[in-house]
């Protein structure tokens, strides 16, 4: 679920002020971002560019997501949701469906439909990379699909309202409540590759 999203140019206008390094600035991903990209997410300390995906323990790629009704049981995400939670600006995520007796799935891009910014609910974590330097990461937190998103996939990031950005960042309650709410309703369209 979720393993691209899209992220356009002009969204980044705002972003692009708040990043102070110009080089970090240079090296964040734009357009459709893939698992393992460099990114802009808020965080409690403003903006920052971290890679997306949690390495994974088995050294076989990186872990981008984490179901929100388990996040909090399982090690590797529990101490990131309670203290590192940050939110990934997009316009929108993508989802595939096999449609039978065809080699390719068909690409559908979800986003709000009056609102051209889609707010997913992440966290952060920092690790090492095998030279011993020190990086930053996150994942995308989801949750079971609501009727929008159910016929193509039957999961969908936790999506935030542009208002509840600093509750997610700072809010426990907040917090809880979001990783086990309905999710809102979006709009898909196939895209033409």
């Avoid at 929008?148 to 809010?171: F, Q, Y």
Wanted: proline share 5%; glycine share 4%.
């Amino acid at each position: 679920m979720c393993g691209r999203y899209l992220i356009e140019d002009e969204a980044y206008a705002d972003i692009w002020e708040l990043l102070n390094d110009p080089i970090m600035a240079q090296n964040i991903a734009r357009g459709e971002i893939f698992p393992a990209a460099t990114a802009a997410v808020y965080t409690n300390d403003g903006i920052a560019a971290v890679k997306w995906g949690f390495p994974h323990w088995q050294n076989t790629g990186v872990i981008i997501n984490a179901r929100s009704e388990t996040a909090l049981e399982k090690n590797m995400f529990r101490k990131a949701l309670r203290e590192r939670r940050c939110v990934v600006p997009s316009n929108g995520f993508y989802e595939w469906r096999r449609v039978s007796g065809r080699k390719y799935k068909d690409k559908y891009l979800f986003r709000q439909p009056k609102d051209r910014m889609l707010y997913m609910a992440g966290m952060v974590s920092t690790f090492k990379d095998t030279l011993g330097v020190e990086y930053s990461a996150f994942v995308i937190l989801t949750t079971a699909a609501n009727e929008s998103v159910a016929p193509i996939h039957d999961r969908m990031p936790v999506i935030l309202e542009p208002d509840e950005r600093n509750w997610w960042l700072e809010d426990d309650v907040f917090m809880e409540l979001a990783l086990h709410r309905p999710s809102p309703e979006l709009v898909s369209e196939i895209v033409r590759i």
